[in-house]
């Protein structure tokens, strides 16, 4: 007996890290997420030669997804808040996956933008679970790279699915690319379920000594800057949809994302287009070019996320650590594209296409921890109403540069309105978002 006891005490004195397991398994579900929602843009030319459409069509067609997650996102947010993300994104993985095997059923222009919108819906809960879980299972000094670690995801996606979603289209046909994409989903739903808890507390893999560091949400050092405004940040129950609604932090950084969603709704769509009708390189080739500006994209977005807890843990201030992380890379993207207007060499371009793509993802980590930090309570609800502007971005992006590229045969008016709403928000975020005096 006194053997079995002291055995016992032996294993819950050890350490445990069970909430990295869990942030393995949030990137997994982001990398097939977004290998759903952007597998449409590397089938663009057998779906526009198979349907008779153009490129304002096939725009249409990739907005038709902004629509249905604009719709859903808010109100994932909320479900995600009352039930959990244990239920709710598990029931999200298996809706967008069956939607996406089911895509290859479509039958010309109607059909595909329906099927869109419902991916659209049914993806709207992911990113408000995703904040949900961070929230509620890493303390604040740990959220940024947490964050950053799942978001990471979003650019690897096209580093992985550009050769290998091109390749499926090539060789089995897009109807096929889509059905294989589908089964990914549902099997990671399974795995979520049984793993996962939605509260530390109540995980049977979670030690006392990994819950202490959970709940551990102030710094060590007693003497930390801005320590008295820190000690209200964690859940205090009383955020307000007002709050959520007025506060003039969380409207910069609802712009900024909607800048950010621009710019990656652009890449995901049209960079594909871009390169294969500016400079005639095949589909089959497509992806490896592909793989630079993607692969960029997640180192910087990984450093970022250490870089905005690094920040925090040295300066205690949300404007440093967050608001002037994303400001700065906002204006550096801006800069990076400005070359692509001017080039008609293909390496030019390549380079300044990846680096603005690298830096414009790079803060995504500093935009999703605000909404942590600003509403804990009801993080997943308030990165839902983020989320909407992202959606907007989602409509706006494919559209537009569909419009524009069909109307003028290039895409210098496309990367020009890129340029500016990256200006313009980080110009929103200097003068508007003093997050430290807003909590």
Known sequence: MTLLLKTAQVTQQRKTNFRWVVMALAFLITMVNYLDRSAISYAINPIKKEFGLNDADFGFIAAAFGIGYMVMTVGGGILV??????????????????????????????????????????????????????????????????????????????????????????????????????????????????????????????????????????????????????????????????????????????????????????????????????????????????????????????????????????????????????????????????PVLFTNSLPTAMIAISFGVGLGLMPNAAFYALNSDLAGDRAATSLGIMDCFFAASGIAAPALTGVLANATGNFNAAFGLLIFFAITSAVGIILFQHPDHKV
Not at 102 to 116: D, I, P, Q, V
Not at 187 to 197: A, D, E, K, Y
Not at 216 to 236: A, D
Not at 279 to 289: M, R
Request: hydrophobic share 50%.
């Open 81 to 338: 808040d009352k039930w959990g993300s244990r239920k709710v994104w598990s029931l999200a993985a298996i809706a967008w996956s069956g939607i996406t095997a089911c895509l290859g059923l479509a039958s010309g222009f109607w059909t595909l933008f329906a099927m869109r919108t419902l991916l659209g819906i049914a993806e709207g809960p992911h990113f408000p679970a995703l904040t949900r879980v961070v929230t509620d299972w890493l303390p604040i000094s740990e959220r940024a790279r947490a964050t950053a670690f799942g978001l990471a995801a979003v650019p690897l996606a096209s580093v992985v699915g550009a050769p290998l979603i091109s390749s499926l289209v090539t060789t089995m046909g897009w109807k096929v690319m889509f059905a294989v994409l589908g089964t990914l989903g549902i099997i990671w739903s399974i795995v979520w379920f049984v793993l996962f808890r939605d509260s530390p507390e109540n995980s049977q893999f979670v030690l006392t000594d990994e819950l202490t560091h959970i709940r551990r949400q102030l710094p060590n050092t007693p003497n930390h800057p801005n320590r008295q405004i820190h000690q209200y940040m964690p859940n205090t129950g009383k955020t307000t949809w007002k709050y959520m609604l007025t506060n003039r932090a969380l409207l910069a950084n609802n712009y900024a994302f909607f800048a950010f969603g621009y710019l990656l709704f652009f890449a995901l769509t049209w960079l594909p287009g871009y390169l294969e009708s500016v400079y005639s390189i095949e589909l089959k080739h497509i992806g490896w070019f592909l793989v630079a500006p993607w692969l960029t994209a997640a180192v910087l977005l990984v450093w970022a996320g250490h870089l905005s807890d690094w920040l925090w843990l040295k300066t205690g201030s949300m404007r440093v650590a967050r608001s002037h992380l994303i400001w700065i890379c906002q204006l550096a993207s801006a800069a990076c594209f400005v």
